[in-house]
Every structure is written in C-alpha cells, then in structure tokens.
C-alpha cells in the first residue's frame, strides 16, 4: 500500500475490481486470438473486413438494447446476467466448434468476440465507478487499471500454450471459466458495497 501510494484498506478493496478486469481482459485476449485461428481456418482472409462491417454494426443494436435492459433491472443483476450469458454463449461456440464443426459458426463467433469486448470491460468500470467514492476511485483506478494491461498479457501467453497443446477452441472454454469467475466476482462486490463497505 505504502509502495502504490495507497491508504489503508485500499489494496484489500481494489483486488476485486483488479482480478475482475484481469480476468476480463484475460478472456478477451483469448477470445480474439480464437476468433481469428477459427475464422482464418474456414474462409480467407479477404473475408475478414465483411466481418469486421457486420460486427461494427450489431454491436450498436447490441449496446442500445442492453441500455434499455439497464432501466429495468438492476446494475447487479445487469452486468452479472450478462457475463453468466456471454459464459453460456461460449460454452456453446466451443461445443460446437469442437464437435459439429460448420462454416456458419466461424463469423457468428467473430462478431460475437468484438460485442463482448465492446461491452465486457465498460462493465468494470461502470461498476467501480458505483462502488467507490471519487477519492478512493482517485487512489485506486491506477491499481484497477493495471488488471487490464496484466490480463491482456496473461491472457496471450496462456491462449499461446493453450492453442498449440489443444487447439484454437480450447480458448472458448477457458473463457467460460473467467466469464462465469466475473460474474461471481461482481456478486461478492456489490455485496460488500450493500454490506457498508467498498471492495
């Protein structure tokens, strides 16, 4: 805490916020290194800019009808939901791609990657900006921050090792893991934000 410039207590809450983006971007990092070995294995890489159109243009409709989920339901229940169906989603690209291999899958699962990586990490500041006061936000988004740049980095090295061992789509289910991990990470701070302390 002394070494991060931090107050006492601060290190304890911002750990949470940290390991949520960590894993986040962990998970993202994976999820576009999957997306390209999956899409570039079943169509050329002149395909790719169609891909990139059509996912500019539904992650707009994707963002405005999460928007309008957001006025009905609470911030909990929003961004906890959303993670366990991105995980839910997952799961199934990786069954599919691992036991009913068709074409179709491949650009549903790259359009799908630039939607979650558009709203995914939105979410973790949008929640520590809930749960912490503007000083303690001041003294801890430099150490929350950072979670992104280590998963970012992580998540290469592990999609490295996991793709060659046990292929591109091996990466799908270990994001499973950390998206299902977020959502569980999101119950436990805001739970402490209710209980009368932060993260």
Not at 43 to 63: S, T
Not at 153 to 158: P, S
Request: proline content about 3%; aromatic content about 16%; overall charge positive.
């Amino acid at each position: 805490e002394r070494l991060l410039n931090l107050q006492r207590g601060d290190l304890a809450r911002g750990s949470f916020l940290f390991s949520y983006l960590f894993l986040v971007m962990a998970s993202y990092m994976e999820a576009r290194i999957a997306r390209a070995a999956l899409f570039l294995d079943q169509f050329k890489a002149v395909q790719l800019p169609y891909a990139d159109l059509a996912m500019a243009l539904l992650v707009g409709f994707f963002v405005s009808g999460y928007l309008l989920l957001g006025r009905r339901i609470s911030l909990r229940n929003l961004i906890a939901g959303s993670l366990l169906f991105f995980a839910s989603n997952t799961f199934l690209f990786w069954y599919w791609a691992h036991y009913h291999r068709f074409p179709l899958l491949y650009p549903i699962i790259y359009v799908w990657v630039g939607i979650v990586g558009a709203l995914a990490p939105a979410q973790v500041w949008t929640l520590a900006n809930y749960v912490l006061t503007t000083r303690e936000a001041k003294r801890i988004f430099g150490l929350v921050g950072s979670g992104s740049i280590a998963g970012a980095i992580v998540g290469a090295k592990f999609s490295n090792i996991m793709a060659n061992k046990y292929g591109a789509e091996s990466l799908l289910l270990a994001m499973t893991v950390e998206l299902a991990a977020c959502a569980f990470l999101v119950m436990i701070i805001w739970r402490k934000k209710l209980a009368g302390e932060t993260p």
